[in-house]
């Protein structure tokens, strides 16, 4: 598995390729996600700190900022509509979606896989539970590099991110949160480009 430093900073730590990880964010730090190498989805969620049944919502966000995607200086609202992240900065192209539930073992069975498959929704409990929580739901992610084309006529489709290796997008934290972020393990569809990989993070 390549583990290669994938951006400018120093010190980035992995999301090791098909699984998550929670990192607790004081009010007021930046964690840039890095897609280490260009076509990973990372599904992204937010919680408040002191309270796990208030988290990040897409539908709430897409209320406040009356747009498919955030871009720089938007806003992510609770379901409390409370912000909880500002996007900063984003060296993409910019494609992220904020449509798609997280996949989950369901998910892979319409798919046609027999047995287990490694799933966001897992990964996101499992993450928590690391830090002894346990969501009281699976909330949609923010599905960051996740290219996900609306056409004219609202039809959707799944294609590979546009990303390139080492690009990355900087979150502030506007509360004291819980980030967790999943390497996606989708390898039925072509949302990874077929190859799921790590993704590494820095805390700024
Ligand atoms: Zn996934």
């Known amino acids: 598995m390549n583990t290669t ?3 400018p900073d120093s010190a980035p730590m992995r999301i090791p390729a098909r699984s998550g990880v929670a990192v607790q964010l004081a009010k007021g730090m930046t964690i840039k996600v890095i897609n280490t190498h260009g076509h990973q989805v990372v599904d992204t ?9 208030e988290s990040m919502s897409m539908e709430h966000s897409r209320t406040s900022m009356l747009k498919l995607v955030p871009k720089v200086g938007d806003t992510l609202l609770t379901n409390h509509r409370r912000a909880i992240l500002t996007l900063v900065e984003d ?20 798919l046609g896989v027999v ?3 490694d ?3 897992d990964n996101l409990a499992a993450a928590l539970a690391r830090l002894g929580l346990k969501p009281q739901e699976t909330p949609c992610p923010l599905n960051l590099f996740m290219n996900v084309p609306v056409r004219g ?14 690009q990355y997008v900087a979150l ?7 980030i967790v972020m999943s390497a996606c393990p989708q390898d039925v569809t072509a ?9 590494h993070y820095s805390i700024i």
Request: charged fraction near 15%; include cysteine.
């Open 5 to 7: 430093s994938p951006g």
């Open 45 to 53: 969620w937010a919680f408040n700190q002191d309270d796990i049944g």
């Open 91 to 110: 060296t993409t192209p910019g494609v992220h979606d904020t449509l798609i539930a997280a996949c989950d073992r369901h998910r892979y069975a319409q």
């Open 115 to 117: 047995g287990y498959h």
């Open 119 to 121: 799933n966001c929704t």
């Open 153 to 166: 006529n609202g039809q959707l489709g799944f294609a590979q991110p546009v990303s390139q290796a080492g």
């Open 172 to 178: 502030r934290a506007e509360m004291d949160l819980i």
């Open 191 to 199: 949302v990874n480009g077929m190859m799921p990989t790590d993704a």
